[in-house]
Structures are given as structure tokens and as C-alpha cells.
């Protein structure tokens, strides 16, 4: 069955760094998404990406995060700089317009 | 925004037991969906109802979608062991139709 595969599960950094955390979506899809979550809070979203470009984001995913599609396969989230308080899980997500969402099974972020 | 208030925020139950998780909202929604998080796993869709009244059944599962579409319940008979997890409560938003999650009920049945 496909699935929606992240890189690493389990990233620690130290405050300040850039982390790129990796995505291979399904890959007949075509429409891409960044989730964030919490310890203990609920999952939000940040940004959904499509065609090549942001299509929506949240007022979470400020200047210091950007996403890429490098190549036909990897989505990308990028944190510029990390702070304490982007320690979270962030799940990918991919779907087909009007289908089931996939989500992956998320990249731990530990910023110390 | 829309915002989805999920009753109770934590429910430990025996195993055997009958439990009810609410979903409720101000808003009206075209459809809802929800979803069950496993530790350390991605949320999984459990189901999506879309007409207001609307039952579906999905094993010992049965979900609900009130008359008026802003608020739903979750139902589950003779919980398990394996029901274990994080339940959450969803709309879609947005001509990209992003998910917006409720707050979610961790929800643990002690064998």
C-alpha cells in the first residue's frame, strides 16, 4: 500500500540551526502538506503546497520556514533558524483533490 | 477560524467498556471527518459523514453527524485494547482543502 514516507523520525538541533525535514508524498498526488504538532496540543496546520508553489499558510509558517519540491519526488520543509519553541512532531501529507488526506508518520523535532 | 472543541480531553476506560467522544462547533460544515493519531504514528482517516443525521458504522465504531452539521459523536462498543489512541475530530477548510483538526481526545482502555 503507498505511503507517505518522512526523514529522519527523530531530529535533534541546537537553537539557531537550519533543519530540513524530508517528505516522499504518494506519488500520484499532486496537492502537499505541512502539519505541526505540539507535545500535548493539537495538530495544526501550516502549509499546503501545490503546482509549485504555496498555495495557503498559516500565520505559524512565518518567514523563517519555506518549503521546496527539489524534484519530482521530495517535499521539503525547512526551518531557517530554529527556536526552542519549534520543537514539535511536523507531519507531510498528500492527496488527490476531494480524496482521503496521507499522512506520514512524522519527524520529531527536539531544538536544545 | 473554525475552531472544533473535543469532550472529554482524556477518557481511561476498562476494557469492555461503552465510550462516547464529542465533537462540537459553532459552525456549519459541509462534512467532517474523523481521524485516529497512534503514538508516534500520523493521523489516520477513519471516516468522513457528509449528510446532517447521518450514521456510519465502521466495526464497533458508529459515528454520528448532527441534524444542524456542527457537531458529531463518536461512539465505541465494548472498547478494545487496540482503540488505544489519540481521536480527532476534523473539517476541511480552503479551496486546498487543508485539514483542520480539533483538540482531540486521548482516549486509553486498560485491558
Known amino acids: 500500500e503507498p505511503e507517505v514516507t518522512q526523514t529522519p523520525s527523530h531530529q535533534v538541533t541546537q537553537m539557531g540551526q537550519e533543519v530540513i525535514l524530508r517528505c516522499v508524498p504518494i506519488s500520484n498526488h499532486l496537492y502537499f502538506y505541512w502539519y505541526r504538532q505540539i507535545l500535548g496540543q493539537k495538530v495544526e496546520f501550516l502549509v499546503s503546497?501545490?503546482?509549485?508553489?504555496?498555495?495557503?499558510k498559516s500565520e505559524i509558517f512565518d518567514d523563517q520556514f519555506s518549503v521546496e519540491r527539489p524534484d519530482g519526488s521530495n517535499f521539503t520543509l525547512k526551518i531557517r533558524s530554529t527556536k526552542l519553541e519549534d520543537s514539535a512532531m511536523y507531519f507531510c501529507?498528500?492527496?488527490?483533490?476531494?480524496?482521503?488526506?496521507?499522512f506520514g508518520q512524522g519527524t520529531r523535532l527536539t531544538v536544545v | 477560524t473554525q475552531l472544533l472543541e473535543q469532550s472529554p480531553q482524556f477518557l481511561s476506560i476498562q476494557e469492555g467498556e461503552n465510550l462516547t467522544v464529542y465533537c462540537n462547533s459553532s459552525?456549519?460544515?459541509?462534512?467532517l471527518q474523523w481521524y485516529r493519531q497512534e503514538p508516534g504514528e500520523g493521523p489516520v482517516l477513519l471516516v468522513t459523514?457528509?449528510?446532517?443525521?447521518e450514521v456510519k458504522k465502521l466495526k464497533r465504531l458508529t459515528f454520528q453527524f448532527g441534524d444542524a452539521r456542527k457537531d458529531s459523536s463518536l461512539h465505541i462498543t465494548a472498547a478494545q485494547p487496540g482503540d488505544t489512541g489519540l481521536y480527532l475530530c476534523a473539517v476541511l477548510s480552503g479551496g486546498y482543502q487543508k485539514v483542520t483538526f480539533g483538540t482531540g481526545t486521548k482516549l486509553q482502555v486498560i485491558p
Open positions: 503546497f501545490y503546482n509549485n508553489e504555496i498555495s495557503e
Open positions: 501529507a498528500s492527496r488527490v483533490f476531494d480524496h482521503e488526506a496521507f
Open positions: 459552525s456549519v460544515f459541509s462534512s
Open positions: 459523514v457528509v449528510t446532517g443525521g
